[in-house]
């Protein structure tokens, strides 16, 4: 409401004889929207959102998890705001940004990212890119979430990580969601997703995953080869002719002796993370990494997901933090390493049988030369975009 002040004067045949104040007030609509504009300003435009739900990818993508909760723009822009907001965490410290970084391609360079409260993630925090383009529907690296839309809730709820436990005195998701329902943005970017300002658990899951979803990456030198290619098998005339050997390695299976040593073709890389979407097939068992990050305790053998392979380094090549669940790899080099010959650890019942050719560990004798043709075809999956785009970015800083 607006307070106006009126005068009301009193006179006699045209002539001024007194004037009283008073105040009344005025019904004045609030500003649509207006504490999104106050909070983010011009991060945020609720009447020009950007562009989440139609943006293009080459036709040569076909795979979409995306199932019964299409990407819409205001879905998005609230995932966007929830995935950067600390307050998802109890002590306002931590979101999901802090593990997942927008420069790391939604990964940690930090081995274990922290939690609140001195906890910390437990495995190594999983890139982002292109979660949308795979065939995998599950989520983790132990694939214990049937949905991205129930993967997005639970760190918040995870006691080391986030904190909403309910556990040891911790409050309870139910206590978040009153609490997000008390910030006037949440009440319009709700509004705006939904139709109401409700703040319920499957509507942050829609939300979360729609931002996460709409996160892609295919401006990469093999995007750009592909794109004049008649498949992913022929020659790219954008590659060095090292690109285009570790692209024949990598589509190519493996044929090996009786004593699993490759004799000829490729590295088999394909059979696992398909190209052109380079997701991990849903039937993939472990791949012989089975320690935990932290030193003893049990074998680590349910992890099974894998992200895409795009991006694993960034468009200058610097690697996106450690690879495999527990960090165990620093380069690329290292990772072919592994695959060139794989561990029999005592007690992983786990590993999968495309791994271990004959019920032994395989051997892929790679030379010197075709190990760098690996990681120079590998390389070439990077984007650019994805680091800088502000659609992306965080919305709190201006």
């Given at each position: 409401m607006k307070k106006i002040t009126l005068l009301y004067c009193v006179g006699l045949l045209g002539v001024l004889a007194s004037c009283e104040?008073?105040?009344?007030?005025?019904?004045?609509?609030?500003?649509?929207?207006?504490?999104?504009?106050?909070?983010?300003?011009?991060?945020?435009?609720?009447?020009a959102l950007p562009n989440y739900a139609n943006q293009a990818f080459p036709n040569y993508i076909r795979k979409d998890n995306t199932g019964n909760n299409p990407i819409t723009d205001e879905k998005a822009i609230l995932?966007?705001?929830?995935?950067?907001?600390?307050?998802?965490?109890?002590?306002?410290?931590?979101?999901?940004?802090?593990c997942h970084k927008q420069a790391f391609a939604f990964s940690d360079t930090t081995l274990a990212s922290p939690g609140v409260q001195g906890g910390a993630a437990t495995r190594h925090s999983m890139r982002l890119i292109n979660s949308r383009f795979a065939t995998e529907a599950k989520f983790f690296w132990d694939e214990r979430a049937a949905t991205l839309e129930a993967q997005v809730t639970s760190p918040i709820q995870d006691h080391a990580e986030?904190?909403?436990?309910?556990?040891?005195?911790?409050?309870?998701?139910?206590?978040?969601?009153?609490?997000?329902?008390?910030?006037?943005?949440?009440?319009?970017?709700?509004?705006?997703?939904?139709?109401?300002?409700?703040?319920?658990?499957?509507?942050?899951?829609?939300a979360l995953a729609a931002f996460?979803?709409?996160?892609?990456?295919?401006?990469?030198?093999?995007?750009?080869?592909?794109?004049?290619?008649?498949?992913?098998?022929?020659?790219?005339?954008?590659?060095?002719?090292?690109?285009?050997?570790?692209?024949?390695?990598?589509?190519?299976?493996?044929?090996?002796?009786?004593?699993?040593?490759?004799?000829?073709g490729g590295a088999g890389c394909q059979g696992c993370h398909a190209a052109p979407e380079?997701?991990?097939?849903?039937?993939?068992?472990?791949?012989?990494?089975?320690?935990?990050?932290?030193a003893g305790g049990p074998l680590d053998?349910?992890?099974?997901?894998?992200?895409?392979?795009?991006?694993v380094v960034n468009s200058t090549g610097g690697s996106n933090g450690p690879f495999m669940h527990n960090g165990v790899f620093a380069t690329l080099q290292?990772?072919?390493?592994?695959y060139n010959t794989i561990p029999i650890v005592q007690g992983n019942n786990n590993l999968d049988a495309r791994l271990m050719p004959g019920g032994i560990g395989q051997n892929l004798n790679l030379t010197p030369a075709e190990t760098a043709a690996l990681v120079a075809?590998?390389?070439?999956?990077?984007?650019?975009d994805v680091y800088t785009n502000e659609k992306w970015s965080d919305p709190f800083t201006r």
């Open positions: 104040p008073e105040t009344q007030t005025e019904s004045e609509a609030p500003l649509a929207n207006q504490a999104i504009l106050e909070t983010f300003g011009t991060k945020i435009n609720p009447n995932g966007r705001v929830l995935f950067y907001d600390k307050n998802l965490s109890i002590d306002n410290s931590i979101s999901c940004a802090s986030m904190g909403f436990s309910g556990q040891n005195g911790r409050p309870n998701l139910a206590v978040l969601l009153t609490k997000l329902g008390g910030i006037a943005y949440y009440q319009e970017l709700f509004t705006l997703a939904f139709g109401s300002a409700a703040v319920t658990e499957p509507r942050m899951q829609q996460i979803r709409s996160i892609q990456s295919f401006d990469s030198k093999f995007d750009m080869g592909r794109a004049t290619a008649p498949n992913d098998a022929a020659p790219f005339q954008n590659f060095t002719a090292q690109e285009n050997l570790g692209k024949q390695l990598f589509l190519a299976p493996p044929v090996f002796n009786p004593n699993s040593v490759r004799i000829s380079f997701d991990i097939d849903p039937n993939s068992r472990n791949n012989g990494v089975v320690r935990r990050i932290a053998l349910t992890n099974t997901r894998s992200p895409s392979l795009r991006d290292n990772v072919m390493g592994h075809f590998v390389r070439t999956l990077s984007g650019r």
